[in-house]
Structure formats: C-alpha cells, structure tokens
C-alpha cells in the first residue's frame, strides 16, 4: 500500500484505564498514519499524564479529552468528529487494551480504498486455531450476538459484531447520525443498523485478537439482559425505513401479507381452540385448515421477505457516490469574481490598509 493512503487515514482510539497499554498500541501504529486521536474518556487511573507525554513525544498523536466518562461510543464519536474535521478520508477505530494489532490497519482499510467497501470490520473467527483460543464464554456469547446483529442490520454475512476494529470512509461517516449512536458497549452494533439504514457496503477481514490478562468491560450479564431488546428495537426501525418508508416492492407486500396471515391464522385458530375446550365439542377438520393454511402460507412469505433480506445485504460501495454528489454541488455554488458587483462581499486588496 503506497504511504500516500496511509497519510489520508486517521486512527482513533477511545482510552479509558488504558495507562499501561496506550503506549504500545500507538508505537505499532504504522508510521505512515500521520493522525491519532486518544479520546480519554474521563479516566480513574494515570491516563491523563501518559497521553500528555505521548502528545508531546509522538507529533501524530491528538489528545482529546472528555471531562465526563460518556462510553466507548461516546468516545469513539468525539473521535470520529475530530478526523473528519481534520480531513481524513479513512478512519480507523482501534482499542486502546492492546487486544487489536494495528500493523493489520492496512489490510483493514484496502477494501475501502479499492471502493468496494464503506465500512470494514475485523472478524475473530475466520481461523479456527484462533477461534480455539477464545474464551469459551466470548465465544458463546458472539455467535448468539452475531445472530441477533444479522437480524438487527441486515447483514446477514458478517460476524463478530462487538469486534472493536473497525475502518470507515469519512464521507459516509459524516451522513450518519452520530449523536444517536449508542454510547457505550452496543455501539458497534448501533453503528452497523445505521449503515444499513443507508445502504452502505460493509465487509469482514480476519484478524487475530490476543487475549491476555486484560478484563473486558463488557459484561456478559448485561449484554444478556440489554442487547436483544436494543437489537428488536433496531429491526423494526430497519425494515420500516428500508421496506416502508424509502422503498416498496414485493420483499414489502410478502412482509405485510406474511406478517397479517400468520397473526390472523393464529388467533383465529386459539380462539376456535378456546371454543372447542369450553365446549367440549372438536373442531371440524373446516376449522383446522381455516386456521392451519393462512398460517402455512405467512410462514411461506415471511420466508421470501427474509430470503430477500439476506441477498440484499451485499451491495456496491456509497462512498463514491456521496464524493460525486459533492464534487457536483461545489461545482454549482456561484463562483466568487474578483469585481464588486451588487451583493457580492467586498476583497481587501493584497497590502492595502484600512
């Protein structure tokens, strides 16, 4: 990779308790990134002092400081801000606990740079020796999360959603809602609804994490207990923007028609369940099918709505059009003369005085 789309990359790192890490993961950052951005997110420990002699030992490094802890999502977001800002073309979000090689970063970014991605993620489970590895909960816990996140955002051939490194194009960045993102540990999952909801192209790369002594901040309990209700709430948004609101076709009549057959069939078959109990008398073989045949044919539609879903979830690059799109908007604001005509801003000459 040439050193030129190094130097467009900016890395940001959300620290929090990372004073004993930090140091190592911006030392492997290849040197041909010429922008890192440490978000402290309010940290207890010794971060602060360390992030200061960093800024002022590596001329790459930003410190951007948050005076109250908001989460990795938060921290990540104030990242994110600051490089489009600077004006980076790709943006790299790298943990800070040292879990992520970042010598990896530019295998992680090629797909977008070669416009066939807007966002690319690292993928723990591609090599089995490393996936052999993992802790035995990590592991449970990610294939029930991958699950949950295919439904969630429609990408149906990724895995490993919480995987924390991750690279996006700015342009398509900067048309996401940032200030909705989750704050904390759903983020990355947040994050990929969003780019579903825009259609954006995302891809996997393999990557080897190293586990260590580190503890996660994420616990298992609480993803248990607060991601599925967050990933139901992020799919009924996907498919009233994506089926509903932007779209209609026939994936959106198969949805509704399913969706209506299988909730009438059932209700019209407990109800003749409940009258035959109360009764005594048996259903007529009339009755079941009423029942059983709208069921059978939802079950049937919602199957081609899903069917769909899943060949959707692969489509071209965004970024690109989103460049042409602006390219095309400069193009067409007035163009400022030198003359002074009416309504035009009045130009201080070169060396005049007032």
């Not at 109250?68 to 994110?80: F, K």
């Not at 069939?265 to 003749?272: D, E, K, N, V």
Request: charged share 20%; net charge neutral.
């Amino acid at each position: 990779m040439q050193t030129s789309a190094l130097s467009t990359t900016a890395v940001v790192i959300p620290c929090f308790r990372a004073a004993g890490t930090i140091r190592d993961v911006v030392a492997r950052v290849p040197a041909g990134i010429e922008r890192i951005y440490c978000v402290n997110d309010a940290s207890d420990d010794d971060l602060a002092p360390v992030l200061e002699e960093l800024e002022a030992e590596d001329r790459r490094v930003n410190v951007v400081t948050h005076a109250v802890n908001g989460g990795v999502g938060a921290a990540t977001v104030t990242g994110y801000r600051a490089a489009i800002a600077g004006g980076a073309q790709v943006i790299v979000k790298l943990d800070s606990d040292g879990q992520m090689d970042p010598r990896l970063i530019p295998a992680l970014i090629e797909p977008i740079l070669q416009g066939e991605a807007d966002y690319v993620k690292g993928n723990r489970f591609f090599d089995i020796e490393s996936v052999q590895h993992m802790p035995t909960v990590r592991l449970i816990g990610n294939a029930g999360l991958s699950f949950l996140n295919k439904l969630s955002s429609g990408y149906w051939h990724l895995f490993d959603p919480t995987n924390g490194f991750t690279a996006i194009h700015a342009e398509v960045a900067s048309i996401l809602p940032l200030d909705k993102l989750h704050k904390r540990y759903f983020f990355e999952s947040d994050l990929l609804f969003r780019l579903g909801t825009v259609r954006a192209a995302v891809r996997d790369v393999p990557m080897e994490a190293v586990y260590g002594d580190e503890t996660s901040g994420l616990s298992e309990l609480d993803a248990l207990l607060k991601f599925p209700g967050l990933h139901l709430r992020n799919l009924c948004k996907r498919v009233f923007y994506n089926y509903l609101l932007r779209d209609f076709s026939t994936a959106s009549l198969s949805l509704i028609a399913g969706f209506a057959l299988l909730v009438g069939g059932g209700l019209f078959g407990a109800s003749a369940w409940l009258e035959s109990a109360r009764t005594g008398v048996p259903a007529t073989a009339g009755t079941v099918m009423l029942s059983a045949f709208p069921v059978l044919v939802g079950v049937q539609l919602l199957l081609n709505f899903l069917s769909h879903d899943i060949a959707s979830s692969q489509r071209p690059a965004l970024h690109r059009e989103l460049g042409r799109v602006r390219v095309l908007r400069a193009s067409r604001r007035p163009q400022q003369v030198g003359t002074q005509g009416e309504g035009a801003p009045r130009a201080r000459a070169a060396g005049a005085r007032d």
